[in-house]
Antibody, heavy 123, light 111 residues
Framework: QVQLMESGGGVVQPGKSLTVSCEASGFSFSSYNMHWVRQAPGKGLEWVAIISFDGSNKKYADSVKGRFTISRDNAKNTLYLQMSSLRVDDTAVYYC????????????????WGQGTTVTVSS | QSALTQPASVSGSPGQSITISCTGTSSDVGAYNYVSWYKQHPGKAPKLIIYDVVNRASGVSDRFSVSKSGNTASLTISGLQAEDEADYYCNSKRGNTTLYVFGTGTKVTVL
């Protein structure tokens, strides 16, 4: 069964750091580009970051650039999002998502999503 | 990083067709054939409907069809059913520092 499972969310103070993880199973994790997408309470979806299948290329939303780092460990089938200098407006459910196709470029569409992990930034 | 523009809500009766528009710019929707559409029920993860502008995701009904003209992409749901009631989001690749952008979201109500 193709599955993604996020973990590591929690309550953190503004300015602090937190790392969330996403464990993949049921598919060849090392063959797919992977995304992080977040959704603030009562708001729409916001794309956060993407990493290429081999980890050699990474892109970020302007809102998190310089503060968040996406990474992956293909040996452990795990995707990470390191978040630093957290702000109140980073409060959201964070989803990891798998590219719909094996490709060497960035297309569109993510067909498998985790259940999400909640990050709350509050003093 | 402004979001793509979608109508806040669209409604229709069972069996009818509805269309959700997604308007961007010449730097995103108009520039790339990399538009996707998602359906999301409250409190659940999004589900992929369409990818790379015209491709239906696995298992998605052919009641869902798409088109793109200039800077606007559209999703049409034909033969509206109660199960179609959800929030719908478009997404496009964007040619600047933020690589992807989502739409503002549309709440579909089946009357």
């Amino acid at each position: 069964q193709v599955q993604l499972m996020e973990s590591g969310g929690g309550v953190v103070q503004p300015g602090k750091s937190l790392t969330v993880s996403c464990e993949a199973s049921g598919f060849s994790f090392s063959s797919y580009n992977m995304h992080w997408v977040r959704q603030a309470p009562g708001k729409g979806l916001e794309w956060v970051a993407i990493i290429s299948f081999d980890g050699s290329n990474k892109k970020y939303a302007d809102s998190v650039k310089g503060r968040f780092t996406i990474s992956r460990d293909n040996a452990k089938n795990t995707l990470y999002l390191q978040m630093s200098s957290l702000r109140v407006d980073d409060t959201a459910v964070y989803y990891c998502a798998k590219d719909v196709a094996r490709r060497y470029y960035y297309g569109s569409g993510t067909d498998v999503w985790g259940q999400g992990t909640t990050v709350t930034v509050s003093s | 990083q402004s979001a793509l523009t979608q109508p806040a809500s669209v409604s229709g009766s069972p069996g009818q067709s509805i269309t959700i528009s997604c308007t961007g710019t010449s730097s995103d929707v108009g520039a790339y054939n990399y538009v996707s559409w998602y359906k999301q029920h409250p409190g659940k993860a999004p589900k992929l409907i369409i990818y790379d502008v015209v491709n239906r995701a696995s298992g998605v009904s052919d009641r869902f069809s798409v088109s793109k003209s200039g800077n606007t992409a559209s999703l049409t749901i034909s033969g509206l059913q109660a199960e179609d009631e959800a929030d719908y989001y478009c997404n496009s690749k964007r040619g600047n520092t933020t690589l992807y952008v989502f739409g503002t979201g549309t709440k579909v109500t089946v009357l």
